[in-house]
C-alpha cells in the first residue's frame, strides 16, 4: 500500500474557498480527511466498506468530501473557511472495514505528507 499524497493547500482570507485533492494508490475501506492544530481530528471520512460518510460538527454545512475512483483521487471542497480552520490537512487510508465515523475515530491507517491551509481574519 502506498501512502496518499495530498495538495491543494494555500493561504486565503476568512470566508474564502480551498479544495484539496489526494491521490490514493491501490485500494481501501475508508479514506479519510484530518486536520492538525494543536491535535490530529478527523473532519470528513467516507467509508466504501457500508456507504457512509461523516463530517464533523466543526465542518459540518462547509465542507464537501468525494471521489472520482477513475482517477483515484480523493477530494475535500471547503467553503467559508474560518481562522479556526488552519492547519496541516492530512489525508488518511485504511485497509480494513469500518464506518466513516470509525474511520475518523483513530489514527490507524496509511497517512499522506500534508498540506498546509491558512486562513486569514
Known amino acids: 500500500q502506498l501512502h496518499p499524497v495530498e495538495s491543494g493547500g494555500g493561504t486565503v482570507q476568512a470566508g474564502g474557498s480551498l479544495n484539496l485533492s489526494c491521490v490514493v494508490y491501490?485500494?481501501?475501506?475508508?479514506v479519510g480527511w484530518f486536520r492538525q492544530a494543536k491535535e490530529r481530528e478527523g473532519i470528513s471520512c467516507i467509508s466504501?466498506?457500508?456507504?457512509?460518510?461523516y463530517y464533523a460538527d466543526s465542518v459540518k454545512g462547509r465542507f464537501a468530501m468525494s471521489r472520482d475512483n477513475a482517477k483515484k483521487m480523493v477530494y475535500l471542497q471547503m467553503n467559508n473557511l474560518k481562522p479556526e480552520d488552519t492547519g496541516v490537512y492530512y489525508c488518511?487510508?485504511?485497509?480494513?472495514?469500518?464506518?466513516?465515523?470509525?474511520?475518523?475515530?483513530?489514527?490507524?491507517?496509511?497517512w499522506g505528507q500534508g498540506t498546509q491551509v491558512t486562513v486569514s481574519s
Open positions: 488518511k487510508i485504511g485497509s480494513f472495514r469500518s464506518s466513516a465515523q470509525q474511520m475518523c475515530s483513530h489514527l490507524a491507517g496509511y
Open positions: 491501490g485500494d481501501y475501506h475508508a
Open positions: 466504501t466498506s457500508d456507504s457512509t460518510t
